[in-house]
Every structure is written in C-alpha cells, then in structure tokens.
C-alpha cells in the first residue's frame, strides 16, 4: 500500500490527557486521549469507496491489498501514528449529559494529500475512556446504513462526513436492537470515516461546563486557525466571528436536509459538527409520506423532538448552547444575541427559495409564500410520498389542466383512491393555483424541468432499501450494497436501469423493524 502523509497537527496544538490507561472514567483537561484500536479476529473487505481513497493517495490497487484491511479494521496501527479517542459532551435531547466522547470511534490521525486534510477515524474499533458502559464495538447492521448514508448525502450535495470503507472484523456483538430486554448477536464491523475534522458542538462544551478555560481557547484558536483563515481579527471579535460561522454553516445544512426530506433522527449537541456538515448517522430516514412530526428515532417517539419539521428550531437550540459554551472567550452576550436572532429570519428566506427552487419557480413573487404552504399542506390531505411528489412535479407543464397535472401526481400518492371527493378538489384547486404561477414564469418549461431535476433527487437512500442490504449482507451477499452505492452516486439521473427504486415504500416495510423506525442500537 502507498505510504499515507500523516500530520499530527491536532495531537500538536491540543492538549492530551495525562492518563494513559485506556480504562473508562472522566477526562479533566484534556481534549483527546490515546489509546489503540481493537484487533479483530477475521477482517474482512465488504466495500472500499475508491473515490474517498483518491482523496487520501490511495489507488484500486491499495483499496485491495491486506495492508489496507489490517489499518483500517483496527488489526494494525499505521507506523509512525498515535490513534486518539476525542474527549466532548452535550446535551441529549435537551437534557445536560455531562461527559460523553468517543466512546466507539478512534481516530486514526489526520492525512494531508494535495493541500488537504482529512481526518480518518473508525468507528466500531474498540473501547476507550469514553465508552461509559459500552462495548466499543459497532455492528455490520448499522455500519451499512452510515457507509451508504455518508456517500448517498454527499452525491445529493449535502455537506457531510464521507466513508472510506466498510470491513467485516469476524467478531460477533451483542446489541439489544429495540431496546426490549431481548438482546441476541450479530455480525460486527469497522467503518472509516473521513472529515475535516470530527470536533462537535460538544468539544467547546465540555471545558466550559468545568470552567476549562484555557482547553477552551486552546480549541478555538486551533479550528480558527486551521479552518477559517478569513478570520483575521483577534481578541473577542474573533471568537464572533468564529460563532457567526458555525451558524451560517449549521443554517444552510438545515436548507439541505429539509430540501431533500431528511431526518437526522438524534440532533444532540454532542452530534454536531462546528464545520456544518452531517456527522453520526444512527436512526436517520427520509420522508416517506410527508410528514412533519415523522422522527425515524423509536427513542424519540413519544416526544418527537428531533422531527423532520423541528429540525431548523432544534439547530437553533444547539447553537445557543454553543454560544454559552464560547460565552468565556466572548465576555458579552449581546454580540451572540444578535447573531442568533438573525438566525430566524436568515433561515425563513433560504428555506422560502429553496422551496421556490424545488416547485420550478425563477421569479420572486410575494404570494409564492402562500403557494408553498398550501402545497405542503396538501402533502398532508393524503399520504403523499416527499421524494416521487416532487420528481414527477416537473412533469407538469404550463398548458395541462389541472386533472391533467394531478394525473401525473397519482404514483406519489400511497391509496391513490382516497384522492377523491373533498380531498380531490382540494388537491385540483391546489394544482390550479400552481398551474396559475407557473404561467408567469419566462422560462420554457424544458428549461424549468432541467431545474427541478437538478434539486429534486429521484433516489435517496430509503430504510428498506438499507434494511434489503442488510438482510442480503447478514446472509455474506453483498452485492446490493454496491449495487445501492453506484446508484446513489447519481441520486438525479434518470438511470434506467435503476427504476425499480424509484417507487414507494412497500406495504411490508410499512411496521418492519429497520424500515419504519430505528433505535440507537448500532
């Protein structure tokens, strides 16, 4: 395998934990500890995304060569490197949980290849000072769903961590899966996860929460000074600074997962990423039938706190925790202020374009406002499926009827028959007033369907899909995880080959476990 450039950059800058000892127990003053992955006992290669490995050096030839599986399943250390478990906390759906950490992700170093660095980091490697009464491990049943997960959000153009590989380590893991008292074992796995960097919201909590005050500076200055070169200012500005740019980041991944219809599922703060991209995918889902208090979480099914419709509020929330946590940097609360009270407003115009986006609309008119809220209000007359509505709504033109254009609807809708009655005229009037916008636009309607297309994807990553991969994969076929991954890379295209995908869910995974909702067992 090519020699990989490792830096040491972050293990340089920050602070470690003096205790080397990997037994679990509170981190005081520290931002990582060391510590050393697992070895399995069989790894094995089930899927190697090429294109991530080009981003590291990495050829075909390396992705397939034992070196590769035995650094990246935890088997062997790669010379001259230090594998590190990083120390943050959080909130849990609302509620202060104190120290959290990698508890099962071990990052491996930072790589630098063409002016760039990665962080690798797998996830599934073993026990560390954070794992808290955990195992440490993962299983190949949620390791599936984050390595197509990571991949398919990166083809819609969602900003979002990426998967280098998906390994078979030979071991199998005991998981309660539904949280039932009815735990059983399943195969384990190893995935590598590659991002700028892995520092959450979480990382800035944990040393103000103990008045850690120097740990504190020492992070901020590392990712202002790492991530954020246009920050030019010093002293409490530019720790402002710093804030408004998480914001604006954090903002426009609300646009992207609402634009799509997807749901994170566990929005804690320890969940998200200081550089606004998607990180730990656990119990996520997209749309089905749309839906806006639709969660995937079985955790979060009596509260519904990190819904589909809650997300954007939920976001606000955490950032408002973040800015208690970089408050002691700051010194005045008035500057945070108003960067969170702009927050409201900056996200009801971004969501009201994209939607306009999404509906094919180029020209800015005051009533499009309306128009979007009765559409999704129509969504919810019927069970409407999020992803085919909007993909077969660039098949409408200018000059269809409005029974014309609901026609072309039918096969978003899930019991097309109870379109009927006062729910038909509501969608036909619906459809009228559409039809109606639509004849102000300049553009031609070839043109207009180019648009919609464009950010309308017609394949994402549905749970039963995932859930078919798994099935396949428990019995050592693999074949539909490639098969969904190549599909994915192109979640726009028409891709005739893949058309049976592009269908709603089925009745059978309508209640099955996996398909419908999720528990945070991985």
Request: aromatic fraction near 10%; charge should be negative.
């Amino acid at each position: 395998m090519q020699k990989l450039c490792f830096t040491p950059r972050f293990q340089t800058a920050l602070t470690p934990d003096s205790v080397t000892s990997n037994t679990i127990r509170q981190v005081t003053k520290a931002h990582y500890s060391a510590v050393v992955p697992r070895i399995p006992s069989n790894p094995y290669s089930i899927h190697i995304v090429t294109e991530v490995a080009l981003l590291l050096g990495l050829n075909n030839i390396d992705c397939q060569s034992a070196a590769f599986i035995n650094y990246f399943s935890g088997k062997k250390v790669y010379p001259t490197t230090q594998p590190f478990a990083m120390n943050y906390a959080g909130h849990q759906f609302g509620n202060w949980a104190g120290q959290l950490g990698d508890g099962r992700a071990i990052v491996l170093g930072e790589v630098q290849y063409y002016n760039q660095i990665w962080t690798l980091q797998l996830k599934g490697a073993g026990q560390t000072p954070y794992s808290r009464k955990g195992d440490g491990l993962a299983v190949l049943r949620s390791s599936i769903r984050e390595h197509l997960c990571s991949e398919a959000m990166h083809h819609l153009g969602i900003p979002t961590s990426r998967s280098l590989s998906l390994i078979g380590t030979g071991d199998e893991v005991l998981r309660d899966i539904l949280y039932n008292g009815n735990p059983d074992y399943e195969k384990g796995a190893v995935i590598c996860r590659v991002a700028p960097t892995f520092i959450r919201f979480g990382s800035f909590e944990v040393h103000a929460a103990r008045q850690e005050h120097e740990q504190l500076k020492q992070l901020a200055d590392f990712v202002i000074r790492e991530y954020h070169p246009e920050i030019t200012s010093e002293g409490p500005g530019k720790y402002t600074a710093f804030f408004q740019a998480i914001c604006s980041k954090t903002l426009h991944l609300m646009v992207e997962w609402q634009r799509v219809g997807f749901v994170h599922g566990v929005m804690n703060t320890d969940n998200m990423s200081i550089h606004g991209i998607t990180i730990d995918y656990g119990p996520y889902g997209w749309l089905e039938d749309f839906n806006r208090n639709w969660t995937p979480n079985t955790t979060d099914s009596q509260h519904h706190r990190y819904a589909y419709g809650n997300q954007p509020d939920v976001a606000l929330w955490n950032l408002i925790q973040l800015a208690n946590a970089l408050y002691p940097l700051i010194g005045a609360v008035e500057p945070l202020e108003a960067i969170l009270n702009a927050y409201g407003c900056q996200f009801d115009a971004a969501f009201l374009q994209m939607n306009r986006n999404k509906l094919g609309l180029e020209f800015e008119l005051n009533s499009d406002e309306g128009l979007i809220r009765e559409v999704m209000t129509l969504l919810e007359r019927i069970e409407t499926d999020y992803t085919l509505f909007f993909r077969l709504l660039a098949n409408v033109k200018k000059s269809d009827s409005p029974e014309a254009a609901l026609a072309k609807l039918e096969d978003a809708f899930y019991t097309p028959s109870q379109c009927s009655g006062a729910v038909e005229i509501a969608w036909l009037d619906g459809m009228q007033k559409y039809l109606q916008r639509l004849a102000k636009e300049a553009r031609p309607d070839s043109e207009r369907v180019a648009a919609m297309n464009r950010v309308n994807p017609k394949y994402v990553l549905r749970n039963y899909m995932a859930q078919l991969a798994i099935d396949a994969a428990n019995q050592d076929d693999f074949s539909l995880i490639a098969e969904l991954y190549e599909m994915l890379k192109h979640p726009y295209d028409e891709q005739p080959e893949h058309e049976k995908w592009f269908a709603k869910r089925p009745d059978w995974a309508r209640t099955k476990v996996g398909c419908s909702m999720l528990s945070c067992s991985s």
